[in-house]
């Protein structure tokens, strides 16, 4: 079965008892036992029919065995990390998500170092390797500046050693990158973003291999409770069934605001994987099946009053949606993270993230010529 037809097939088929082609949204909480031959469902915080369709189907689009759903991309982290024990160190990529900052700021208290290095260098990644790492946590691409790191060179060296890869591949999405077929061990996604595609339900999801991580996963995720309601998992498979379709029209319409921007006397430096002359296009060209649909660009006026005038991009986080947005993530999403951290990085005050939708291409061209 190709990709696309996983995407509507997949955990979808019809009842039996009534022939539904959309299987009911079981919210009960409980389950009668007696009526169970093999005991499967016991309670909600463990199991629920409506989640497991969902990770049936998430678990196929990268042919692995597992995937478990998660109430929010932080979530699914939490618990990743939780492999991790006191002494070791979790090495990460140097440009990551706000929130992924955050999550890591969280580990010292646990024991647990975290090293920020640039995994777009593997020979970077072989210089800190050693026996203390518990988990390589790669972002590509990278939020905002869009870094490509090669996840087949990252898992060579990772994997004489035993050390796990993780890879957050939220902004790529499994319709542009397969990080298990390129040798990662996990795929981490903030489902919220292009699985859910509209801006209306929060999730996240770890999709593996492993036996052993599933057992893990699973326990830790029934024990703390950071699991997703049903109607949450319902939308989040409706959004699946048009992921390939949005994803493609996005990347198009991203590539157009991408020539547009090096027009502008307005725009610096373009960050796009698209680019020729991007540090890591070969890469992405090689890892991916299309360059995505964040573009990040610094602007050489007053960001805030760019923010003002654009009218059909949203001025909001989050990306992945049917609605284009845009955010300078200083001021948003990089928050959290501290001033000269973000300067060292190359995420000046000025840099802005888009956030490309479905809307009509020219309108979106349009608004983002007069904003600029």
Same mark, same amino acid.
């Given at each position: 079965?190709?990709?696309?037809?996983? %995407?509507?097939?997949?955990?979808?088929?019809?009842?039996?008892?009534?022939?539904?082609?959309?299987?009911? $949204?079981?919210?009960?909480?409980?389950?009668?036992?007696? =009526?169970?031959?093999? %005991?499967?469902?016991?309670?909600?915080?463990?199991?629920?029919?409506?989640?497991?369709? %969902?990770?049936?189907?998430?678990?196929?689009?990268?042919?692995?065995?597992?995937?478990?759903?998660?109430?929010s991309g932080q979530a699914a982290g939490a618990t990743a990390l939780s492999l991790l024990s006191p002494g070791q160190r979790?090495?990460?990529?140097?440009?990551?998500?706000?929130?992924?900052?955050?999550?890591? =700021?969280?580990?010292?208290?646990?024991?647990? !170092?975290?090293?920020? +290095?640039?995994?777009?260098?593997?020979?970077?990644?072989?210089?800190?390797?050693?026996?203390?790492?518990?988990?390589?946590?790669?972002?590509?691409?990278?939020?905002?500046?869009?870094?490509?790191?090669?996840?087949?060179?990252?898992?060579?060296?990772?994997?004489?050693?035993?050390?796990?890869?993780?890879?957050?591949? !939220?902004?790529? =999405?499994?319709?542009?990158?397969?990080?298990?077929?390129?040798?990662?061990?996990?795929?981490?996604?903030?489902?919220?973003?292009? $699985?859910?595609?509209?801006?209306?339900?929060?999730?996240?999801?770890?999709?593996?291999?492993?036996?052993?991580?599933?057992?893990?996963?699973?326990?830790?995720? +029934?024990?703390?409770?950071?699991?997703?309601?049903?109607?949450?998992?319902?939308?989040?498979?409706?959004? %699946?069934? !048009?992921?390939?379709?949005?994803?493609?029209?996005?990347?198009?319409?991203?590539?157009?605001?991408?020539?547009?921007?090096?027009?502008?006397?307005?725009?610096?430096?373009?960050?796009?994987?698209?680019?020729?002359?991007?540090?890591?296009?070969?890469?992405?060209?090689?890892?991916?099946?299309?360059?995505?649909?964040?573009?990040?660009?610094?602007?050489?006026?007053?960001?805030?009053?760019?923010?003002?005038?654009?009218?059909?991009?949203?001025?909001?986080?989050?990306?992945?949606?049917?609605?284009?947005?845009?955010?300078?993530?200083?001021?948003?999403?990089?928050?959290?993270?501290p001033p000269e951290t973000r300067a060292a990085l190359g995420i000046s005050d000025r840099l802005m993230r888009l956030a490309?939708? $479905?809307?009509?291409?020219?309108?979106?061209?349009?608004?983002?010529?007069?904003?600029?």
């Amino acid at each position: 079965m190709e990709f696309d037809t996983k %995407l509507v097939k997949v955990g979808q088929q019809a009842d039996t008892r009534t022939g539904d082609i959309v299987p009911p $949204i079981h919210v009960a909480t409980t389950f009668e036992q007696r =009526s169970q031959s093999d %005991l499967r469902y016991f309670y909600g915080r463990g199991e629920n029919p409506t989640r497991e369709a %969902l990770e049936e189907c998430l678990a196929s689009l990268e042919d692995a065995p597992h995937a478990l759903a998660f109430s929010s991309g932080q979530a699914a982290g939490a618990t990743a990390l939780s492999l991790l024990s006191p002494g070791q160190r979790l090495i990460s990529s140097d440009d990551v998500y706000g929130g992924t900052y955050s999550l890591f =700021s969280t580990l010292g208290k646990y024991g647990i !170092t975290v090293e920020y +290095t640039d995994l777009t260098d593997p020979d970077a990644l072989a210089a800190t390797l050693g026996d203390d790492v518990g988990m390589i946590w790669v972002e590509t691409p990278t939020n905002p500046l869009l870094k490509v790191a090669d996840i087949t060179a990252l898992a060579a060296l990772a994997r004489p050693r035993g050390i796990p890869v993780l890879v957050d591949n !939220t902004f790529a =999405s499994p319709a542009l990158q397969q990080p298990l077929a390129l040798g990662a061990d996990i795929s981490l996604y903030s489902t919220t973003k292009f $699985i859910s595609g509209h801006s209306d339900v929060i999730g996240g999801a770890l999709v593996h291999r492993s036996d052993d991580y599933q057992r893990a996963f699973f326990a830790y995720r +029934t024990a703390y409770g950071n699991v997703p309601g049903a109607l949450d998992c319902y939308l989040l498979h409706r959004g %699946l069934k !048009t992921m390939s379709l949005r994803v493609e029209r996005q990347n198009r319409t991203a590539e157009r605001l991408v020539a547009q921007l090096l027009e502008s006397p307005k725009v610096g430096a373009v960050h796009y994987p698209g680019l020729a002359d991007h540090p890591q296009h070969a890469v992405a060209a090689r890892q991916m099946s299309g360059f995505g649909s964040v573009v990040s660009f610094e602007y050489l006026g007053d960001p805030q009053e760019l923010l003002k005038r654009t009218e059909l991009f949203a001025v909001a986080v989050s990306l992945g949606s049917v609605h284009s947005l845009i955010e300078c993530p200083a001021l948003m999403t990089h928050r959290p993270v501290p001033p000269e951290t973000r300067a060292a990085l190359g995420i000046s005050d000025r840099l802005m993230r888009l956030a490309v939708g $479905i809307e009509d291409a020219g309108d979106l061209a349009a608004d983002l010529r007069n904003a600029l």
